[in-house]
């Protein structure tokens, strides 16, 4: 993930011409595991800008002898920023086609839905546990805020410890749900991830998390974002095994199991999608 996140901001840092910020993931699949002694490839290709955003696709393809294979996909948005790390105007401009309009207001009505979500996960989880660190400044930027790369390590490492913890074994990660970013996290902040498992199949889980800012002095509280990450429980083998059936325990979890369950769907459906359509 931190390599996709990567390959796209070195693609937003030469569109901007200067400071940029991770605004949303639409969606980051991991289609196929990367192994020692694998080359992998990874390109990232503009599809839409705006005024200060531009929509990035990121494909990452594995080469195993003289055969290449589509291994992940992700389509992100960034934003330039100022010094101020305020939205700034793009001089390139990239046309949008209808497809990438309706995405981006997609985008907005998600950002408007979750930032007036205040519930946090350890207050109704059935299984919840909540990750917490310093945020200094090896893992940000110039511009005093936590780099997105930085986040998603972070976020993959909390939702994984949540995933091995409940399926009580190793699981890998198959992919992250949207992410919008309601406020940038700061050097010097502390960085809250609250992980609750709220979807198990035969063998697969999803554990969503809510992301916060604390600042350290005030101890206010920033909501960040919230997403949701797929995992797949493995034995020793790698081969999947099957896992215990999350009960919900209350009312606002039971809404929470079943939103997950449609929104499950969509994601099955847009990686066939993708599949059936990218190539390396």
Sequence with gaps: MSWMIDSAGILMSSISQGNYLLA?????????????????????????????????????????????????????????VDENNKPRKLEIKIPADTEANIRKEKRMERKKRISVDYDEPLKYASFVKSYIRTIYPEHGFGNGILYAGKMYTMLDEALAIVAKLYSKGNTFTASAGSADFITPVRIGDI??????????????????????????FTSEKRLVTSTTFS????????????????????????????????????????SKKIQEELTC
């Excluded at 503009?46 to 005024?51: N, T």
């Excluded at 609750?196 to 992301?211: F, H, I």
């Excluded at 009960?247 to 099955?268: H, S, T, Y």
């Design 191 to 216: 960085l809250e991830i609250q992980g609750a498992v709220q979807y198990t199949g035969n063998t697969s889980l999803d554990v969503g998390a809510k992301v916060y800012a604390i600042n350290h």
């Design 231 to 270: 995992f797949v429980a493995i034995d020793e083998n790698g081969k999947p095994r099957n896992i215990p059936k999350l009960i919900p325990a209350n009312d606002k979890e039971k809404v929470i199991v079943d939103n997950d369950l449609k929104e499950r769907e969509e994601r099955i459906k847009l």
């Design 24 to 80: 949303s993931v639409d969606y980051i699949y991991l289609f196929k595991p990367a192994r020692l002694g694998d080359i992998l490839r990874i390109v990232a290709l503009p599809k839409a800008s705006w005024k200060s955003s531009v929509e990035i696709e990121v494909k990452g393809c594995i080469k195993r002898g003289e055969k290449e294979e589509l291994a992940s996909a992700a389509l992100m948005t960034y934003v330039a």
